[in-house]
């Protein structure tokens, strides 16, 4: 029986030190040269927008009893009117390609991203506002990081004007 098991692991010693290296390697380069070429096109791209534009916004949230009534009330009331609104729930409906979409999907990250504000500017680039850690303090009861938050966010869009 330990016989079985050492000729397996030699198998795949042996795999990873010859052929699995020469496979693994390149494709490895391959997909990192892609990344990187991918996250250069979307920072021109949004450099390109925010030049002729000035500022580009999206906002991610979701249909989350959590923050549902205060990012109706206290958020998007008060984001100007060319900001791009995407609802985390309806995210099925979205179009892959489209550049909010992209966006949101190179600078959201995969945690903690929901809800979320992106602020595109020509030579600051993109900054990021992320709501979700503010919420869960503001569900124990400590309501100041989630205004000190709001109140930042807001003042960074009307400092980009």
Request: hydrophobic share 45%.
């Amino acid at each position: 029986m330990a016989t079985e098991q050492k000729s397996n692991l030699g198998f795949w010693n042996r795999f990873f030190r010859g052929p699995g290296v020469i496979l693994l390697v390149p494709w490895a380069i391959v997909v990192l040269f892609g990344l990187l070429v991918y996250s250069l096109i979307m920072t021109l791209l949004v450099r390109a927008v925010c030049l002729f534009r000035g500022r580009y916004i999206v906002f991610v949230h979701s249909n989350s009893p959590v923050w549902l009534d205060f990012i109706a009330n206290d958020i998007l009331p008060h984001l100007p009117a060319d900001t791009v609104i995407l609802n985390w729930s309806d995210r099925l409906k979205w179009k892959w390609f489209s550049f909010p979409v992209r966006l949101f999907k190179l600078y959201g990250g995969d945690t903690n991203f929901n809800p979320m504000g992106l602020v595109c500017t020509t030579f600051r680039g993109v900054k990021t506002f992320r709501f979700w850690d503010a919420f869960k303090e503001c569900k124990h009861g400590n309501e100041k990081p989630l205004e000190e938050l709001k109140t930042n966010f807001f003042a960074y869009i009307e400092r980009t004007k």
